[in-house]
């Protein structure tokens, strides 16, 4: 399902967005990589602090460094901040320990006895940037409970009254494309093979299940073409 | 501003003392100046790393830490165990940020103020488990927003890529949050790769918050 999920995150990027994603996160990183090789040449990419980086996914993931001479240039970490706050970056992709349906993250705990490594900018970008996309490897009921064990990050705000900013708007898993939306979180599609009632069944908390449940499109013939150069090896494959 | 021996950095970062360590996750790492610290002897440190990795889990492990404040720590390989068992434990004591209220937290102890208002959501529970953030309504708006309380560091320690022959550090790469803690801290120490004969150009920390060399 590894190339379902690229292709729908990859899907979520349009020409003229700015993309963040991290550095450790194979998948959003070839999602990235992908809608600028197809369908969103225009949006622009930052891999950790390196713009539009022309490179394959293992460079990418190889570090700042290896990437010299193969980037627009470098934006610095606190930069990044910066275009959250100031919605320079119009997308970023996250994966979080658990998402709710109110589009509520959480980075950092889990009762007691789990940790993870903490707040680090998941306290700031959901109120900032106009569209998070979370995504998770395995969609399972810890994962997507009904109300996450900590909220790191929030959904959605607004500052003064200039602008709303949504938050997180969907999330893309190995079985499912929720989209997250004010009135509650609605089944958008599914993986092919997948039932709406599995979906429902491993989700923690109430989905809207139209009638008809599309699904979720594989990468066609393009994309699959840019995937196997972008990537030959696998590594997108690799997310924990 | 002088260079000085890895021997000598213990000297300037007494007991309980509040230190924050450059760099990010495991980019820039001032190593060589923790273990000093650990080999001599420091203890009850209160220590403040924005994105930590490798420095805090030698710190953890070794047991010199009294207080941990960080948005986040891991390495490279996934969860920092050291900084896992500490959250898990309750001890050291543990303090969680966001980045943005983190910055805030430093930026106001280097501009001298009492605290700065941050973007960090009221929402988070990031503010809720933490002392040192509030939540208040803006002055002139009204509007709720976060306010970070001012962090009073005494002692940074980074690790850079060169130092120019008046002092003046030379960053290549991610400056980090180098540049803010060098001016929120009263002592900033910084181990240095490499000693250029020549006055930098281009962007550095300026000499003016240096106050001692390390050769790495």
């Known amino acids: 399902m590894t190339d379902v999920m690229v292709a729908a995150l990859a899907s979520f990027i349009t020409d003229g967005d700015v993309v963040g994603v991290g550095l450790g996160t194979p998948l959003a990183v070839a999602a990235g990589l992908l809608a ?205 | 501003m002088k260079w000085i021996g890895r021997e000598e950095v213990r000297s300037l970062v007494p007991d309980g003392a509040w230190v924050a360590i450059g760099g990010i996750g495991s980019d820039r790492k001032p190593m060589g100046l923790l273990q000093a610290l650990v080999d001599a002897g420091a203890r009850d440190l209160r220590v403040v790393a924005f994105l930590g990795g490798v420095d805090v889990e030698l710190l953890l492990a070794a047991g010199v830490v009294a207080e941990l404040h960080t948005a986040g720590v891991a390495l490279d390989s996934g969860l920092a165990p050291h900084y896992r068992q500490a959250r898990q434990d309750g001890a050291p004591l543990v303090i969680g940020w966001s980045e943005g209220a983190l910055l805030a937290a430093i930026e106001a102890g280097a501009r001298g103020v009492p605290s700065l208002p941050c973007t960090t959501s009221p929402r988070s529970g990031v503010v809720a488990t933490n002392p040192h953030l509030r939540v208040a309504p803006d002055p002139f708006t009204g509007a709720e927003v976060t306010v970070a309380r001012a962090l009073a560091l005494d002692v940074a320690l980074l690790h850079v890529t060169a130092a120019d022959p008046d002092g003046n550090l030379v960053v290549d790469g991610d400056p980090g949050v180098d540049g803010e803690l060098a001016r929120a801290a009263r002592t900033v120490v910084a181990s240095c790769e490499a000693r250029l004969d020549q006055r930098a150009a281009g962007a550095v920390i300026s000499r003016i918050w240096v106050d001692a060399l390390v050769q790495a």
């Open chain 1, 36 to 240: 600028r090789a197809t369908t969103a040449p225009g949006a622009h990419l930052l891999v950790g602090g390196a713009v539009d980086p022309d490179a394959d996914l293992a460079t990418c993931l190889a570090g700042p460094e290896a990437l010299a001479g193969r980037t627009a240039g470098y934006v610095p970490h606190l930069d990044t901040m910066d275009m959250a706050e100031r919605q320079a970056m119009t997308l970023q992709f996250l994966r979080p320990a658990q998402v709710d349906g109110a589009g509520n993250l959480n980075t950092s705990r889990v009762g007691t006895t789990v940790r993870f490594p903490g707040g680090l900018a998941t306290g700031d970008v959901p109120a900032l940037l106009p569209r998070l996309v979370a995504f998770l490897p395995r969609h399972e009921p810890r994962a997507l409970p009904e109300r996450v064990a900590y909220v790191t990050g929030a959904g959605g705000g607004w500052r003064g009254d200039a602008h709303v900013t949504r938050g997180v708007v969907a999330v893309v898993t190995d079985l499912a494309v929720l989209a997250i939306e004010p009135e509650g979180a609605r089944l958008a599609s599914v993986s092919p093979g997948v039932t709406a009632d599995e979906v429902v069944a491993r989700t923690g908390f109430a989905l809207e299940v139209p009638a008809e449940v599309p699904v979720t499109p594989g990468p066609d013939a393009a994309q699959r073409a840019a995937l196997d150069r972008l990537d030959p090896t696998g590594l997108r494959g690799l997310a924990s």
